[in-house]
């Protein structure tokens, strides 16, 4: 798609091998890289990169993009954070195969599960598909910012051999498993570049009812794995509550000797179990000693919630008096709560769900954002210690706290990867050998996450920024996010800054780069709100040869394709 000839001149080059750096010169003609070192040929356009960072676009395989890929031509806010590439189709959820009169199954339980408000799928879908093929169809027509990859979601399948049957979470029968088989391995043929499925109680659709593929049989999985084990391409993408249960991950572990394909399950640390995931982590070392190919999908820091006057959910939003303000313009909220009488009912009443209050929203793990997010904030900073330090009730500190900049103000709950308090056993799970980068959920949870910025962080934090304990490399963390990213899910064609590789790179202000706090946009369809992050210090990223970003504003070129899987 690049035409004319692009000479990137005189950058740091990081080239996704892990290699150390090198100044250098790198040339793309015609959507390729054609040169890397003493580029003597003049280009069409050169940027010069004296000074600054040049990596390969980032590979980002865990998305939810879905929907937005079929409304939108600029896939934010990955599309800010030096991603080129992104995998959607995640966590066994998404909108093909679909018949006319199952939409609305498939829209509550992306509501639910992703947090993506239904009446922005009502809006925005198209449904110019009923098939996986015809979805891949549709998406081939459309052009994009970066490249878009997918794969086959179970739970969409399900409903489109079980129907109502597969949302009650019944056993299927032989043929439902056979039909669903088929229907995967006709996904990947026509070019998904995976299947996915969930089995996680976290994963509801919007009324309540946990996701048809929870508690789906071995047999049933097996009929697909193999399924698509016979194509000979294609990746499983696992999310589980138990990837460090033995049954369980003999199970999941299993697929993967049966299909003879590469396998992933998502993997963090929760409070109540801090050290369970380092089982997990053995079982897959294992596994892969044994020849299996199994890796863990981690997150780059603690998976945690945004919380905010415009968001989904804040510090009193399960009080009683809430309800009374929660539907109005956020002007008028902020009115209602500067208001003294107000103030004192809502912070006299106790929450309605105390457990939730506890698990969601303790003062001792909720700390404020500022301008520039500090996503491994020490125990000082919390809204429970700075109360301690003032002398104030930390409740009546988060609610006064909530009313700067005018309700913009937001707070930041770790949830996962944070139970000491610090990011260390995220630097463990990221340093192991059978770990990919992952998880950021771009084009997801739309009122509370806004973690696709992890790419951006990652580069910050973990090579520069981190006060103590241990910190990566900088062609260690480029490696990760690129190379490594896009090998698990079967593309050679890109991740590293070689002649013949495909010309998708970021140039980068190393030393301004950062990020700013999440801001709230309603520019979804039907004025739909969702959670955006800005980055400083993308001086440029190319995708196919043509700069998308410069300065870290969008050029308004769409070079971006769907990427089909096994030459599709």
């Keep these: 798609?690049?035409?004319?000839?692009?000479?990137?001149?005189?950058?740091?080059?990081?080239?996704?091998?892990?290699?150390?750096?090198r100044e250098a010169d790198v040339a793309i003609e015609d959507g390729q890289i054609v040169e890397v070192g003493q580029v003597t040929r003049r280009g069409e356009e050169e940027l010069d990169a004296r000074g600054l960072l040049v990596t390969p676009g980032f590979v980002d395989i865990h998305t939810h993009y879905d929907g937005q890929a079929t409304w939108s031509s600029r896939i934010a806010p990955s599309s800010s954070h030096g991603?080129?590439?992104?995998?959607?189709?995640?966590?066994?959820?998404?909108?093909?195969?679909?018949?006319?009169?199952?939409?609305?199954?498939?829209?509550?339980?992306?509501?639910?599960?992703e947090d993506i408000p239904g009446v922005v799928l009502e809006e925005g879908l198209p449904w110019n598909w009923e098939s996986f093929p015809d979805y891949l169809d549709a998406l081939a027509k459309r052009r994009f910012d970066i490249d878009l990859g997918t794969q086959v979601p179970h739970a969409a399948l399900r409903i489109y051999v079980m129907g109502r049957r597969a949302a009650e979470r019944e056993l299927a029968t032989e043929a439902d498993a056979a039909a669903m088989a088929r229907l995967a391995a006709e996904g990947i043929r026509a070019g998904a570049l995976g299947f996915s499925t969930s089995r996680t109680l976290a994963h509801r659709s919007s009324d309540g009812m946990p996701t048809p593929t929870l508690n789906a049989y071995e047999p049933e999985l097996v009929a697909i794995a193999e399924a698509i084990g016979r194509t000979g391409r294609g990746v499983l993408q696992i999310v589980t509550d138990h990837p460090s249960d033995d049954a369980e991950f003999a199970m999941l572990s299993g697929l993967a000797r049966r299909s003879g394909r590469p396998l992933s399950i998502s993997l963090g640390q929760a409070d109540r179990a801090p050290d369970r995931w380092r089982h997990a982590l053995e079982l897959i070392e294992e596994a892969v000693n044994s020849g299996l190919p199994i890796k863990a999908q981690v997150c780059g820091r603690a998976v945690g919630l945004v919380y905010g006057l415009e968001l989904s959910l804040n510090p009193f939003s399960s009080h009683p008096s809430w309800a009374a303000i929660a539907g109005l313009a956020l002007a008028e909220k902020v009115a209602a709560m500067r208001?003294?009488?107000?103030?004192?009912r809502l912070l006299a009443e106790q929450p309605t769900d105390r457990a939730s209050r506890e698990r969601l929203f303790n003062f001792e793990r909720l700390f404020p954002f500022a301008e520039r997010p500090d996503y491994e904030p020490p125990a000082s900073d919390s809204i429970a210690s700075r109360a301690r330090t003032l002398?104030?009730?930390?409740?009546?500190?988060?609610?006064?706290?909530?009313?700067?900049?005018?309700?913009?103000?937001?707070?930041?709950?770790?949830?996962?990867?944070?139970?000491?308090?610090?990011?260390?056993?995220?630097?463990?799970?990221?340093?192991?050998?059978?770990?990919?980068?992952?998880l950021g959920d771009g084009g997801a949870h739309c009122g509370f996450i806004c973690d696709a910025s992890l790419p951006t962080f990652m580069l910050a934090h973990w090579t520069r920024d981190r006060r103590s304990g241990h910190r990566f490399s900088i062609p260690e963390i480029v490696k990760a996010l690129s190379h490594d990213n896009a090998r698990a899910v079967g593309l050679v064609d890109r991740g590293v800054i070689a002649p013949g590789a495909k010309a998708d790179l970021n140039v980068i202000d190393y030393d301004r780069l950062q990020l700013h706090a999440p801001r709230v946009a309603y520019d979804l369809p039907a004025g739909g709100r969702r959670l955006l992050q800005d980055a400083t210090g993308y001086r440029a990223t190319i995708v196919a040869g043509v700069v998308t970003q410069?300065?870290?504003?969008?050029?308004?070129?769409?070079?971006?394709?769907?990427?089909?899987?096994?030459?599709a």
């Design 1 to 21: 798609m690049g035409t004319g000839r692009l000479v990137i001149r005189g950058g740091t080059v990081v080239d996704g091998t892990g290699a150390e750096s």
């Design 83 to 113: 991603v080129t590439t992104a995998i959607m189709g995640n966590c066994g959820v998404g909108f093909a195969p679909c018949r006319p009169d199952e939409r609305d199954m498939l829209v509550r339980l992306m509501e639910g599960v």
């Design 339 to 344: 208001a003294p009488d107000f103030k004192a």
């Design 391 to 438: 002398g104030r009730d930390p409740a009546e500190l988060a609610y006064e706290m909530l009313l700067e900049r005018d309700g913009q103000a937001t707070f930041y709950r770790p949830l996962l990867n944070y139970a000491a308090g610090n990011l260390d056993a995220c630097a463990e799970m990221l340093g192991h050998r059978d770990s990919l980068v992952s």
């Design 550 to 567: 410069r300065d870290d504003r969008p050029t308004g070129a769409l070079p971006g394709r769907l990427v089909r899987g096994g030459g």
